[in-house]
Structure formats: C-alpha cells, structure tokens
C-alpha cells in the first residue's frame, strides 16, 4: 500500500486505518517520492491526494499508471464538485473518497477495487 499526502496530521490517521487492512503501508509526502514509490513498489493500491503536486492537474495519476499499470489508484479530494470527481475517474483513479469521509468510505473503496470494479465505493442496491 502506498500511500501519498502533503499533509503530515492527515496522512497518520489515514495510515492508521489502512494499516487494518494491509500489512505494510508506505507513506509519501510529494510527487517525486510518489512516482519513485510506484516504481519500486509496484502497490496493490495507491492512495494519493489530488493536491499531491499543485499545479501539475493530474499528471502524475498518469505516471503512477506507466509505471505501475497493475497498481489500483484511489484519490482523496476535499472538493466534492462531481466535475472534480470525474475528472480524476476520467484520468484514470480506480476510486475518488472525499477526505471528509475516508473514515466511512476509504476501506469500502480499496474493497471495491480490489474486486476489480471502478468509480469508488459500492453504489446500494436499488
């Protein structure tokens, strides 16, 4: 599992609720660690904040796709915009979690595409 975010505070707690999940859990904290990560690691899953790499829209989701084609890629936002959350999914993220609720969605998500479906969290039954 790796797991990527600028921010310290939010990636401990984050790390804390994976760690349930996965055996080993590699954080970063920039876009140059994240690609080199992917590389090395070839994770499972990558959970990576959009903010990541200001600037630099979602080039680095198709790096992580290059280098690690087999790896499932979640990204975490704090923008709930549906335009923000499509465009993520568009340029290739398995999943998108809002950061306010990766309590409740991020182990559904990393379920979700661990059994090979896309888009996030399982959608309830009609």
Do not use: C, N, Y
């Not at 859990?25 to 959009?50: F, H, N, Q, T, W």
């Not at 790499?53 to 915009?81: C, M, Q, T, Y």
């Not at 568009?90 to 998108?96: L, T």
């Amino acid at each position: 599992m790796l797991l990527a975010d600028r921010h310290h505070g939010l990636t401990e707690g984050v790390r804390g609720l994976l760690e349930t999940a996965f055996e080993t859990v590699v954080m970063v904290a920039d876009e140059k660690s994240l690609l080199e990560g992917a590389s090395r690691l070839r994770p499972e899953v990558a959970v990576v904040d959009l903010s990541l790499a200001p600037g630099s829209g979602l080039s680095w989701l198709r790096a992580v796709r290059e280098r690690s084609p087999g790896s499932k890629v979640i990204v975490l936002s704090v923008h709930d915009e549906e335009s923000v959350r499509q465009a993520a999914l568009e340029a290739g993220a398995d999943a998108f979690v809002l950061k306010r609720a990766i309590a409740t969605d991020l182990l559904p998500a990393i379920e979700h595409v661990r059994g090979g479906h896309e888009g996030g969290t399982p959608q309830p039954e009609p």
